[in-house]
């Protein structure tokens, strides 16, 4: 099932209230640990699957890739990504992220930001980035942590004063879809998977894990946004790196 709730306008005008919205890169608290578990990417091809704004396009570039590819399956993410980017060497597509097909060696680094929790068949997805990176490239993707996925509702435990006591966790060992509540919608689509079924599906695909991260937001985050500080009672992102041995 592909959807596309991000061409939704009034869901799109809440996405675009968020600190990584408006900030950018320094505005998302896992920045700090993706950008330490990137590659060098000087002279390199990039694809960014879910690019959303182009933000992570643009830094590509700006840390010398050769030519970098987004894509989006929102057509609102497209249109902003074009008109904030003027550099011939990055492209973008409007295309779903199951539906890439891209020829065999393609890409030296393929990255994924918050974009395969949406995903359905994630080991479809993964094994045509095996296939479009060339021998020694790498896949680095962030997406919503299982602890935070396992349950539709994704939100804390409230005493009667409205403070947060702890975060919930139920349904873990149960994958598949969740309709969850985000960004005042009442119906976007997740995929809750396991740990271990991320890991799985990368060493399944031919990978060879690099390294795993649960990072909270970073220091210099926190002191911008000081009302992420609750980030950091549970896990909220799993990053991962990984070769195409």
């Not at 894509?71 to 074009?82: G, R």
């Not at 065999?104 to 995903?119: E, R």
């Not at 990072?215 to 009302?227: I, Q």
Request: with cysteine; charged share 20%.
């Amino acid at each position: 099932m592909q959807q596309n709730k991000y061409d939704d306008p009034s869901f799109f005008e809440n996405y675009s209230r968020l600190p990584r919205s408006t900030a950018g890169l320094e505005g998302a608290g896992e920045w700090p640990v993706f950008s330490a578990m990137l590659p060098p990417l000087a002279g390199k091809t990039v694809l960014d699957l879910g690019c959303g704004y182009g933000w992570h396009c643009r830094y590509a570039r700006e840390q010398g890739a050769k030519h970098v590819t987004g894509v989006d399956i929102s057509a609102k993410m497209i249109e902003l990504a074009t008109s904030s980017t003027s550099d011939p060497a990055i492209e973008y597509l409007r295309m779903a992220v199951e539906d890439i097909s891209f020829e065999p060696g393609s890409f030296d680094v393929v990255i994924s930001s918050l974009t395969l929790h949406y995903i359905q068949n994630l080991g479809a997805v993964t094994g045509k980035v095996f296939q479009c990176l060339r021998p020694g490239g790498s896949f680095v993707f962030s997406v919503e942590h299982p602890i935070f996925t396992s349950r539709p509702e994704q939100d804390w435990h409230y005493g009667p004063n409205g403070e947060r006591l702890h975060w919930p966790l139920d349904h873990y060992q149960s994958e598949g879809l969740r309709h969850t509540h985000f960004l005042d919608s009442d119906d976007v689509i997740k995929y809750h998977r396991t740990v271990s079924t991320y890991i799985n599906t990368l060493t399944d695909a031919g990978f060879r894990i690099k390294k795993l991260a649960e990072p909270g937001p970073a220091p210099e985050v926190l002191a911008r946004y000081p009302e992420m500080k609750d980030e950091n009672r549970r896990p909220i992102f799993l990053l991962a790196a990984a070769d195409k041995t």
